[in-house]
């Protein structure tokens, strides 16, 4: 698969050019203490390597492609204190490149590539969600070539990748399936678990324990479980409120699987027992969700399927007479219906692109109703197939009969 994937972005590089890709290093938590680390998406989506510091370079000139991967020298007393490397033979192994380099070795054979083969661009991941982000290796490295070779052009391939990314092969899709399984044995101990009284976090504890012990890699996202008026808040994350008897209870959360993402959304009664409102409330969710699935195929975009969303929960909102005209659902609803899903829980995507066979997003309509302290909000992911879509969380319950047969 990482193979495949150079190959498809090294059509999108122009000949007598170079491409240098960093795998990252985890930044300092405080003091000598590091954050875990994790590996740049976009790198690892074209090594399959997970561990610090690696470099991946392409050289691409008129006539030959050229893959190099650079890894850190063998260091036995470090190996001692925090464990090994990544060596060049497992290195190899999981990348399929055939070059395996050291990391002191880089600089010069990047120096020999512009000296000697004429390249005249190179290529760097320069991603940046806002300017005051702390720049990346890559757009450090990037600022010091213009200053030191001012005639060659500095391109951003992140755009290519993002295009690649959006569409998931086979094997990236069984990935999501399993970081969904996984997710639906946390869900389910969750909701077997509950009682009244209980700390958010201690509900939340059932959740971690199950996805650890099912080989998820970490989360894909930061846990929300918000009891009670804590579910109107959108990304409450808290999670150290009491639950209480008679109120609901908001998961939105993922397992992470091999860096692919799940992403699912299920709002239970605390006590085992929907009230008549709540289960009011929560049809209307519902409907939404079976209506957007409904409509969610190639062809459309994410766009399209939030106006069905707004429209699905207008009407069942007039029903019920909590608003009294449609434009009227922006106070309770008030975020999209759903994104792209993938290596990253909000997955790459270019803005206003239709939809199309294999790209996978959510599906999360909510209804938030701060004055009854109810929120409710319900997510499944979704696979965009030929002519319309697979739900990959369709054996999570949801249904109001499945939630408290399960809960007894």
Known sequence: MFELNRKNLVKEMKKNSLLIMFAGDAPYRSADQKYKFTPNRNFYYLTGIDDTKVILTI????DEVIETIYVQRED???AKWIGRAISKSEAKEASKVESIKY????????????????????????ERQSIDIASTKAQDMANVMRVKYPYIKIKNIYPEIVKLRMVKCDNEINTIKTAIDIT????VSMAKNIKPGMKEYEVEAHFDFEIKRLGASAHAFTTICAAGKNATVLHYEDNNQEAKDGDLILFDLGAEYNYYCADISRTIPINGKFTERQKQIY???LATMKEVEKEARPGITLKDLN???????AKGCLEIG???????????YFHSIGHPLGLDTHDVWINNSKLEKGVVITNEPGLYIEEEGIGIRLEDDLLITES????????IPVEIEDIENLMK
């Open 59 to 62: 050289l691409k000139t008129e």
């Open 76 to 78: 036995e007393l470090m």
């Open 103 to 126: 990391l002191d070795e880089f600089e010069s054979t990047i120096s020999a590539y512009i000296d000697r083969r004429g390249i005249n661009k190179v290529y760097f991941d320069l």
């Open 184 to 187: 639906k044995e946390g869900i």
């Open 283 to 285: 049809n209307i969710v």
């Open 307 to 313: 106006d069905v969303a707004k429209k699905t929960l």
């Open 322 to 332: 909590l608003i009294e005209k449609e434009e009227e659902i922006g106070k309770y």
């Open 388 to 395: 319309g879509c697979e739900n990959l969380s369709k054996h």
